[in-house]
Structures are given as structure tokens and as C-alpha cells.
């Protein structure tokens, strides 16, 4: 493992608008998200949770019987910090499951870096994307040329800027999500499902 503890982060983090984007792009995910996502999906072996944040993926994977490698490129109090997922070499675990950082380009990174481990692992990707994200002139290509295996458009979810409903915006609250999944067996198009949050409140 190779630890990013001399990283320089304000390469990727760079002040465009800060009164309306977070510190690292730290949006946690609310837990009724992941809950419903584990009660559709399986996946088999150790997760990677990437962007761990507080923990709040995570400690459902683990509720849930996985055994979970959580890492952060910085300290919120839960997993391993200082670990760079973009510039790390080997994977840490055969699946990945996160809600990546959005803003400069950073999802899109992360989706190319997790489905180039998980092809050398044979697991699955699992990434909270704006829904936003799946019409976009500049992914066009990659989503023909690698579609998700299942896109789950979830009904309610929020993620708030560092957690704190207090600190979201009109822009924040019009924001809409999905899990994508990648699973490098599938043949054939997407499916698309509607998933909903509410039994998972």
C-alpha cells in the first residue's frame, strides 16, 4: 500500500465555488441509500469503500456481514486516511462501493480507476452518481463502450454538504441520484429500476 500522506491536494480541490461545494467534496451518503441498494444487490467477497468519509457506506456494508476496506484521501474519523484512490496501484478489495467525489472531473476518474481494478479482481463497481451524470456529451461514449450493468434510479435521496441538512442549498436539494453498477460479466444494454429509500428511513 501506498500512503498519499504527501499529496498534494489542492490539485484536485481547487476554490471555483466554494460557497457551494464542500471541503474534498465531502457529501456523505444517507444510510437509507446504501440500505436499499443492499437489499437489491450482492456482492461477492471483500468491498473497497474509496472515499469513506465518516463512514456512513461502510458501517452498512459492515452491518450487513461484508468485510469492508475503507479509505480516504483525508481524516474524517473513520476508515484509513491519506490513500489517494487515483493514484494507488493495486486494489485493496475485490468489489468497490462508494459515492465518489463529484466536482473537477473526480467521478469520472474514479469510475475508470475502480472498473480498471475490479477487471483485474473480477468484482463489481458500485458508484452514487448524480442522475444528472448519465447525460453528459463527454461520457457518451464511454457508457456505450462500457455500460453499467443495472442503474438504480433512487426516489429520495439527499446528500448534504458534509452531512449538515443546515448547509444545503437550492442546488444541493435539486440534486438527483443512482446507483450504477458494473459488473464486467454483463452483455447487452443497461437496465434501468426504480428504487426507493422509504422502508429504509
Avoid at 443512482?178 to 459488473?183: K, N, P, R, V, Y
Wanted: with cysteine; net charge negative.
Amino acid at each position: 500500500m501506498r500512503i498519499a500522506t504527501d499529496f498534494d491536494y489542492s490539485s484536485y480541490f481547487k476554490p471555483r465555488v466554494p460557497e457551494r461545494r464542500a471541503p474534498f467534496e465531502f457529501y456523505p451518503t444517507p444510510p437509507s441509500a446504501i440500505r436499499a441498494l443492499l437489499s437489491v444487490e450482492r456482492f461477492e467477497g471483500d468491498v473497497w469503500e474509496p472515499a469513506c468519509g465518516n463512514g456512513a457506506i461502510s458501517r452498512e456494508l459492515v452491518s450487513a456481514g461484508y468485510d469492508v476496506i475503507a479509505t480516504d484521501i483525508t481524516d474524517w474519523g473513520y476508515g484509513y486516511p491519506g490513500y489517494d484512490f487515483l493514484t494507488l496501484e493495486k486494489p485493496f478489495a475485490r468489489n468497490i462501493v462508494t459515492n465518489p467525489p463529484y466536482g473537477w472531473g473526480l467521478a469520472d476518474r474514479f469510475v475508470e480507476k475502480a472498473l480498471a481494478f475490479t477487471a483485474e479482481t473480477g468484482g463489481r463497481v458500485a458508484m452514487l452518481l448524480n442522475i444528472a451524470s448519465l447525460c453528459h456529451p463527454k461520457r457518451h461514449d464511454d457508457f456505450v463502450r462500457q455500460p453499467p450493468s443495472v442503474i438504480y434510479a433512487l426516489d429520495e435521496c439527499v446528500c448534504f454538504p458534509l452531512g449538515d441538512p443546515a448547509r444545503a442549498t437550492a442546488h444541493t436539494n435539486k440534486h438527483r441520484y443512482a446507483w450504477l453498477i458494473w459488473d464486467h460479466a454483463h452483455k447487452g444494454d443497461s437496465v434501468i429500476r426504480w428504487l426507493s429509500t422509504a422502508p429504509f428511513q
